[in-house]
């Protein structure tokens, strides 16, 4: 059944939970009905994801999944697509495909679409915008076409709902001269790099 479900947000919003959520949700669908109406699922995220191991996603609040596909580019993921064929594409992380070798926004959107078209069920998660507000194309594009859009927020340092993600280096704003993308891992942490959730007013 074609379904397009969006999870986007901040970071720290509770993303990965939600993620987590909805496929708890398919395992014990999946633990109580008949082999002919089990829905087979596959949830991918990009290589470059580092937070936890290449077959783990871990939420902040460290609900886990270990049976993930870490794939390198959209041509990868769609190899692992052929391979795996399941009813159900979970994509952690959806905003890393605008980047790197073998990756390009309209082709990712247009795997999608075509997902979509065959009857698959889609569930994407991801930022909607970078820390200099500018908007993903992926969630600009595919926003409009989406059945459902889930919207988990947490909260600024101040107290306010927060709509924005920022990048600090040792506490301080980074320049817009920057590169958009900076992951979230060791490296950039020894780096003094970290990523903290702002309401507009401390954005």
Request: include cysteine; glycine fraction near 6%.
């Amino acid at each position: 059944m074609r379904f397009l479900t969006l999870i986007f947000g901040t970071v720290g919003s509770g993303k990965t939970a939600e993620l987590l959520r909805l496929v708890s949700k398919l395992e014990e669908h999946n633990s109580r009905c008949r082999l002919i109406e089990k829905r087979k699922f596959t949830v991918f995220k990009p290589v470059i994801e580092t937070r936890s191991d290449q077959i783990t996603i871990i939420s902040r609040s460290g609900q886990a999944f270990d049976k993930v596909v870490a794939v390198s580019d959209i041509n990868d993921l769609v190899r692992e697509l052929d391979r795996h064929n399941p009813d159900i594409i979970v994509i952690e992380e959806c905003q890393f495909f605008e980047i790197g070798a073998g990756n390009e926004p309209q082709a990712f959107i247009l795997l999608i679409r075509k997902l979509l078209e065959s009857k698959k069920q889609v569930i994407l998660c991801g930022l909607i915008q970078n820390c200099y507000g500018g908007q993903f194309e992926i969630s600009s594009s595919l926003c409009p076409e989406a059945d459902e859009i889930i919207n988990p927020h947490t909260t600024c340092h101040c107290g306010q709902v927060a709509s924005r993600s920022q990048r600090l280096q040792i506490g301080y704003s980074t320049p817009i001269t920057d590169p958009v993308f900076i992951v979230d891992d060791d490296s950039s942490h020894n780096l003094g790099y970290s990523y903290e959730p702002r309401c507009n007013n401390c954005w």
